[in-house]
């Protein structure tokens, strides 16, 4: 993986043309770039694992926390269905300084965090401390707001969001195993594709540069409308161990790729020529660090 810093804009030029030729010579594709090698660091899940809603019924009368830390060793331990393995490729085109074309391309899960197998799996909101710290420990990011934009624009199967009554309960596990149902109720007359990329279900927790602003604090956006407005904008409102069953945590790989060629992800985030296509705030500086300050 090519390091942005190493290659200089020459460099780069030179290397962008080369690589363009070579992926029209071999037929290179974004959907290739988006391999199982990228989550080989997310261990294999075991056939003896609990189901979703078996590890749900052990977490029913637990909330933040509590039910972050059970969730989060399932998780850690492979516990997540088979198909959040199958990254999607979501694509963005822009331009350098002088001119010369990108296509960047990231490779995201196709669905939100979840614990249990394909065909018994529950999507699992948590805090940011506990997202932050599987994102890292597999080799993942978590996405910026243009990440999420782009994420929706381009996923196959589109989600009308659901909200649920605000009231206390709004946190509870009850509350978010019902989400699931209705999230797997919207979701079966389109597709029994697993794999398909899918958005418009859940608001993402993301990285921005208000979380060192706000340190203590949960970075929140998104909930797209058919329309494609989101209906949370950026907010850092509540505390970093929040959580309610409209959230969901979406992995983004640490590795992206220009015109074929893989780069670090946090390389392009803070590049003062590359961050504006991928995020809408300007560079964010070392995105690595930043995710590894939320739970360490």
Known sequence: MKRLASL????????????????????????????????????????QAQSGSAIVRTVMNLSGPERDAVIE????????????RDLAPVTFTGK???????????????????????????????????????????????????????????AKVHLAPRPMPPTRQMSSTDYLMRHNRTVEGQRAP???????????????????????????????????RKNGAAIQP???????????????VRLISATAFINGQAHALADIMQDRQLAGIVSSEGPIKGATRLLASLYR
């Open 234 to 248: 950026l907010s850092t409102v509540h505390g970093a161990q929040y959580a309610d069953y409209s959230h969901g």
């Open 96 to 154: 350098l300084a002088n001119g010369s074309p990108v296509v960047l391309t990231i490779c995201v899960t196709p669905d939100y965090l979840a614990v249990g197998n394909d065909k018994d799996f529950v999507r699992m909101p948590m805090g940011l401390p506990a997202a932050a710290e599987i994102a890292g420990k597999f080799g993942f990011l978590l996405p910026t707001t243009k990440m999420v934009d782009a994420i929706y624009a381009q």
């Open 8 to 47: 200089g804009w020459i460099g780069f030029a030179v290397s962008f043309f080369m690589a363009s030729i070579a992926s029209a010579s071999t037929g290179d594709s974004s959907s290739q770039n988006c391999s199982k090698d990228l989550t080989r660091a997310i261990p294999a899940r075991r056939a």
């Open 190 to 224: 389109i597709t029994r594709v697993r794999d398909e990329l899918t958005a418009g279900q859940k608001k993402d927790l993301v990285l921005s540069n208000r979380l060192r602003r706000a340190p203590g604090r949960v970075a929140i956006y998104g909930w797209h």
């Open 73 to 84: 060793k399932q998780v850690l331990s492979g516990n997540m269905p088979p198909f959040l």
